[in-house]
């Protein structure tokens, strides 16, 4: 009932009003009705309704942030800020040769951008770099991506698995090639992915070594991996049947001790470490 009361409307509560007071005065002439007071109405429809939740005050702006003064309508808007300009791209060979190849976990992504650098600036120290990755690419595409930046840079075209060509190609032409400064600890680095042995032998070679170390190269297999001929016994020369006529041998005679080591055996072991004559020696192929 208290809702339905909520709900009359002002002007019948008015009505009932002057209908109570004409009863009570037995038909005397009525005064005039005074104005209701807003108010008091809304008191006694409020008396007997349903507590409900108070509509919550709007809430005030932080003061923390105050309220953007509009701009006056002859201001134009502001212009939009520039985005920030590029820094120039530095190259480095040092960093090509680390970005071209890392390690044996390559981005391509970044291998071909850093092709593409070295061909736009005519790179050809890093040359040395790019014929010892060949062999390392992991695909086919990769490495003619590499070999198409040797062309561009040598103009030799070669095919881009065809390592040998691009190894004897870049010893007949050394002379005119200079690797990074760095190349000697990447190449260091790059062999001790394999086995890190390698690095003992190569970083020592920045400083001392008497070869050009862009002809070092991996031979397939980690140290040690080819056992070396030590002290072999040997036959006089009419008990060596298996050997023909035309085969080549090593011949070496130290304090009157003669001896001849055969290429086809020497060539399985690569080193051979003797002692002819009471001295040691070491013969490598």
Same mark, same amino acid.
């Given at each position: 009932?208290?809702?339905?009361?909520?709900?009359?409307?002002?002007?019948?509560?008015?009505?009932?009003?002057?209908?109570?007071?004409?009863?009570?005065?037995?038909?005397?002439?009525?005064?005039?009705?005074?104005? =209701? +007071?807003?108010?008091?109405?809304?008191?006694? !429809?409020?008396?007997?309704? #349903?507590?409900?939740? &108070?509509? %919550? /005050?709007? @809430?005030?702006? =932080? +003061?923390?942030?105050?309220?953007?003064?509009? !701009?006056?309508?002859?201001? #134009?808007?502001?212009? &939009?800020? %520039? /985005?920030? @300009?590029?820094? =120039?791209?530095?190259?480095?060979?040092?960093?090509?040769?680390?970005?071209i190849f890392p390690g044996f976990t390559v981005s391509m992504a970044k291998t071909n951008e850093a092709l593409e650098q070295i061909r736009v600036n005519r790179d050809t120290s890093m040359?040395?770099?790019?014929?010892?990755?060949?062999?390392?690419?992991?695909?086919?595409?990769?490495?003619?991506?590499?070999?198409?930046?040797?062309?561009?840079?040598?103009?030799?075209?070669?095919?881009?698995?065809?390592?040998?060509?691009?190894?004897?190609?870049?010893?007949?032409?050394?002379?005119?090639?200079?690797?990074?400064?760095?190349?000697?600890?990447?190449?260091?680095?790059?062999?001790?992915?394999?086995?890190?042995?390698?690095?003992?032998?190569?970083?020592?070679?920045?400083?001392?070594?008497?070869?050009?170390?862009?002809?070092?190269?991996?031979?397939?297999?980690?140290?040690?991996?080819?056992?070396?001929?030590?002290?072999?016994?040997?036959?006089?020369?009419?008990?060596?049947?298996?050997?023909?006529?035309?085969?080549?041998?090593?011949?070496?005679?130290?304090?009157?001790?003669?001896?001849?080591?055969?290429?086809?055996?020497?060539?399985?072991?690569?080193?051979?470490?003797?002692?002819?004559?009471?001295?040691?020696?070491?013969?490598?192929?």
């Amino acid at each position: 009932m208290s809702s339905e009361l909520t709900r009359i409307p002002l002007n019948a509560l008015v009505v009932g009003a002057m209908i109570a007071t004409l009863a009570c005065m037995g038909g005397a002439s009525v005064p005039p009705t005074p104005e =209701p +007071t807003p108010v008091e109405v809304t008191a006694k !429809a409020d008396m007997n309704a #349903q507590e409900s939740t &108070p509509v %919550p /005050s709007a @809430t005030s702006r =932080p +003061t923390s942030t105050p309220a953007p003064t509009p !701009a006056p309508a002859d201001t #134009q808007a502001p212009e &939009p800020t %520039p /985005s920030p @300009t590029a820094i =120039p791209f530095e190259y480095d060979s040092d960093v090509a040769m680390y970005d071209i190849f890392p390690g044996f976990t390559v981005s391509m992504a970044k291998t071909n951008e850093a092709l593409e650098q070295i061909r736009v600036n005519r790179d050809t120290s890093m040359i040395p770099v790019l014929v010892e990755i060949l062999r390392f690419m992991p695909s086919q595409s990769s490495r003619d991506r590499v070999a198409n930046t040797l062309e561009s840079l040598t103009g030799q075209q070669y095919a881009g698995n065809d390592w040998d060509k691009w190894m004897d190609w870049m010893g007949e032409n050394l002379d005119g090639i200079e690797p990074p400064e760095g190349y000697p600890d990447w190449k260091a680095g790059l062999y001790s992915v394999i086995d890190e042995r390698f690095a003992y032998f190569l970083r020592p070679a920045r400083d001392f070594s008497r070869i050009n170390l862009e002809e070092v190269v991996w031979g397939g297999v980690r140290p040690d991996g080819i056992p070396d001929l030590r002290r072999p016994t040997f036959l006089e020369s009419d008990e060596a049947t298996y050997m023909n006529d035309d085969d080549r041998v090593f011949g070496l005679e130290i304090n009157g001790d003669v001896r001849a080591y055969p290429l086809r055996v020497v060539n399985a072991h690569e080193m051979v470490n003797d002692s002819v004559g009471g001295e040691p020696i070491s013969l490598m192929w």
